[in-house]
Nanobody, 118 residues
Framework: QVQLVESGGGLVQAGGSLRLSCAAS????????MGWFRQGPGKEREFVGQ????????SYTRAMRDRVSISKDNAKNTIDLQMNSLKPEDTALYYC???????????WGQGTQVTVSS
């Protein structure tokens, strides 16, 4: 299994930046990719982006790809989500997740709150 712990959320003004981190502790869990999702008030959880564990190939939702980037540190088992030009509609609970080689998002963190004020 894998345990994921997010950090770095908080309150930021519109136009600002924020960097979220996710630390993964794995016990026999093979990670194909790690990614970020978010769930805003009254909304469904949505995909933000992911990065493959081998190769570091990234992909992002079209709605945010000009404002976010994901990086990883294999030695530390961490990934970061850099978000720029934040908007009030980016306010959400941001989750880190791990994808298995079978393609399933099998592990989730507890989430970290991001609030963007106008």
């Amino acid at each position: 299994q894998v345990q994921l712990v997010e950090s770095g959320g908080g309150l930021v003004q519109a136009g600002g930046s924020l960097r979220l981190s996710c630390a993964a502790s794995t016990l026999g869990f093979k990670i194909y990719a790690m990614g970020w999702f978010r769930q805003g008030p009254g909304k469904e959880r949505e995909f933000v982006g992911q990065i493959t564990w081998i190769g570091g190939v990234t992909s992002y939702t079209r709605a945010m790809r000009d404002r976010v980037s994901i990086s990883k540190d294999n030695a530390k088992n961490t990934i970061d989500l850099q978000m720029n030009s934040l908007k009030p509609e980016d306010t959400a609970l941001y989750y880190c997740a791990a994808k298995s080689p079978e393609g399933n998002w099998d592990a989730w963190g507890q989430g970290t709150q991001v609030t963007v004020s106008s």
